[in-house]
């Protein structure tokens, strides 16, 4: 760990960013030229009004009314939201504040918190375009499909989170061929996070708004899915884009099953989401594989954590047959997962990280794409290991007492599962 900044006395703080080589000697820091930019790049996605952060962030006078508590939370990496560890891999939709703007922000504060002087036209930065794009679009734009729930769903003031399904058919006659997938949450407040999978066997349909608990919704969830993970959706990541010539495919035919988490509401309120898919053509384009590694692969099986118990799975796949580029990874548990580990060991021996979420968050897992392809060779084996803790002191447990726990999709049973996007044939190193 390196030393913070911020346990300096200010002045110490202020003085020595002010002679960092990256700030102009003698300028004061100010809102406009230092804070500002940073804010906008990392923040302001979730912090605008409507948007899932408490609180928007987007004028000087919302920054200044929170500006002790931002220099805390960025200081302690707290905000932006970030789960895996940058210094075992890093991913192309990181969103990281590095130690200088950490410092910035800092001696913003410590300096007095001066606005300064707006440039004369402010430039609108692309994250604050997006987050202001009109909602209800047509269903189809260009090569754009869009598709909506069914049906609003009714939030319900009951103070309680909500695990719902959603079943929304695509109607698609032919194969799709997906260059990116988006989420857009109907009601950003409380859709906490998603996940997209793809059923074919056309016997899904009755699972359409039920609880995760509800006993009915059980039947559904055996029902074997072409696609369990399509993709995983967390507030700030709005859209998965795959490299340039990769394409998912789904299926003629295909439903995509909605699993929403809803935040605890006081009030009634409705969610209408939905996904867009970016199609192009089959032609000259390379189908992006999913390898899934589930609790079948634990080698210290049962795959149980008894009440009271912390406990570690291995999990650990067969030696690859083919040589495989790998172009996203999303690991998943439920509320008891603690950390999640997973590396490749190739054929010479060598040890290539993959990625590493060292202080599991169930409400911000999410797909992390490389920023490259990484290039896993035929007959490496790809190993995950993954802390579970079922004591009362984990604050997550959604059964107090605790009681054993096994394998299912419900939010109260767990989950280990690697989720991982690929490619055939070794591409660029990154
Ligand atoms: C991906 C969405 C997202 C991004 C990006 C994000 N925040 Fe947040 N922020 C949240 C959510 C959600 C909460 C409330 C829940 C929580 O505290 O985890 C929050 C809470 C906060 C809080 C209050 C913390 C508390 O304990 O109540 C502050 C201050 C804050 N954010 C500042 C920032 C700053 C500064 C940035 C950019 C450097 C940022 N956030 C980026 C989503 C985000």
Redesign the pocket.
Known sequence: MRPTLISLPSFVLTLLVMTHPMLPAQEKVTYWQHVRP??QQ??V???SPG?????P?RTFDEVLS?AG??A???RTR????WKADTAFRHFANE?V?SEQEIAT?AAWVAGGKEEGAAPREPRKSKAVRRTMEPSGLPSIVNDRLRVSMRHAFPIPANNREEFRFFHVPLRNNDTLYVRSIRFIPGNRKLVHHARIMCDTSGLTEGIDGLSAEDPHSVDFQTKPLSDPFLYGW????DRIQFPEGMVKKILPGTALILNIHYSPSQTSQTDSSSVEFELTGPEGKVELKTFTMTEELISNKPFRIAAEERKTFYMLSEPLLEDISLVTIMPHMHLLGKSFKAFSVLPAGDVAPLVHVPDWDFNWQMTYQYPSLLSIPKGSVIYATAEYDNTRSNPRNPNIPSRETGQGWGTKDEMMNLVIYYVPGLGRKP
Do not use: A, Q
């Open positions: 940073i804010l990392h923040c996605t979730c912090h948007e899932v952060g408490p609180f962030l929170h508590f931002i805390h939370v960025t707290y905000m932006p939201p969103n504040l922000i967390v507030p700030g990541n």
